[in-house]
């Protein structure tokens, strides 16, 4: 059957997406991303044109997008890009899908250092699509930001994101484990390491589980592995008066302060994202409490 306007192609769309398993109201509206995707419109557009019927050229290439959504592969993998902080960043399967929590690491640890006008020595450890690093990077216009990675093709991605923004003049790349062989010490360390417990990430949302890197989500039998090694590190790059700002699970605040207190890091706040768990932890040298 041919489907007269564009929005009832995207409604049907949407119900199908429906029927896929994805929540109804998030369905609705990743078929309208991939209906702009597909026509290449931006919302205004959209809004303005969605009455009239669907240009001939929509049809064969919605309907992939939305095959590929189907499959629960995630809207942002699919389009390429995903908003962070601002920033149109890309992403490929080599890289995690930017988290809208992760945007108050970045506003913490610009919280913390204050003066924007700084020539701040700030680390971002596993950098992913490098979407920390290019933030701070813009916010922090004399700072330099070492990103590290172990995975050579998010790099690949974290320095097109970098071009992309006009900052890769201040931000270098590093194939490494954590901090290793990366000089001089630090202002600011942030990071959004794996921290998901091995065996639960089989049972996360198929968007997750089967489409975003093992590296990026696997943190060891209790999540923790990478914190562990992680905060030790920090521990010993830190400047004086630096700070580590650094992203946890759900449930993770209390382990993270026990694991910073066993390497003289003292957790200093925990901030809370938007469904209220402690998500963005700050920690500095100085012992337990
Ligand atoms: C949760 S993702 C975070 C990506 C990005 N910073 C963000 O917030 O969206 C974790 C990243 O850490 C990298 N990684 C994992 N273990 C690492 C290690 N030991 N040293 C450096 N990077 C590591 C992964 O490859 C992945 O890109």
Redesign the pocket.
């Known amino acids: 059957m041919t489907l007269a306007t564009l929005a009832e192609r995207v409604s049907q769309a949407g119900r199908r997406l429906a029927a896929a398993g994805i929540d109804a109201r998030d369905a609705a509206f990743d078929a309208e991303v991939l209906a702009r995707h597909a026509l290449d419109w931006d919302r205004a557009t959209y809004l303005a044109r969605w009455r009239e019927p669907a240009p001939a050229v929509f049809g064969d290439r919605f309907d992939r997008l939305i095959a590929r959504r189907r499959r629960r592969e995630p809207v942002a993998r699919i389009t390429g890009s995903r908003e ?1 902080w601002g920033l149109d960043i890309e992403v490929t399967p ?6 809208p929590e ?1 945007e108050l ?1 970045v506003e913490t640890a610009l919280a913390r250092l204050g003066d924007r006008t700084a020539r701040w020595a700030v680390a ?10 290019v933030a701070l990077a813009r916010e922090l216009p004399r700072a330099r930001v070492a990103a ?4 050579p093709e ?1 790099l690949a991605v974290a320095r097109r994101n970098a071009a992309r923004h006009r900052a890769a003049d201040r931000v270098s790349f590093h194939r ?3 901090l ?1 062989g990366l000089p001089g010490r630090f202002d600011l360390i ?6 998901v417990p091995d065996a639960v990430v089989g049972a996360l949302a198929p968007e997750v589980s089967r489409h975003e ?1 093992a ?3 696997r943190g060891g039998p209790d999540g923790l592995d ?1 914190v562990r ?2 905060v030790a590190a920090a521990a010993g790059r830190l400047r004086a008066g630096g700070w580590l700002v650094m ?1 946890i699970g759900a449930g993770q605040a209390r382990d993270a302060a026990d694991i910073g207190g066993r390497v003289g890091m003292r957790v200093v706040a925990a901030h809370r994202d938007l469904q209220g768990i402690p998500r963005a932890v700050v920690m500095r040298p100085g012992g337990p409490r």
């Open positions: 962070f080599a890289v995690l899908v930017p988290r992760s690491l971002d450890v596993g950098t992913g699509s490098g979407c920390l690093a590290t990675d172990i995975c998010a490494t484990d954590l290793d942030v990071s959004n390491p794996p921290y890197p590296a990026a989500l990478t090694r992680l992203e």
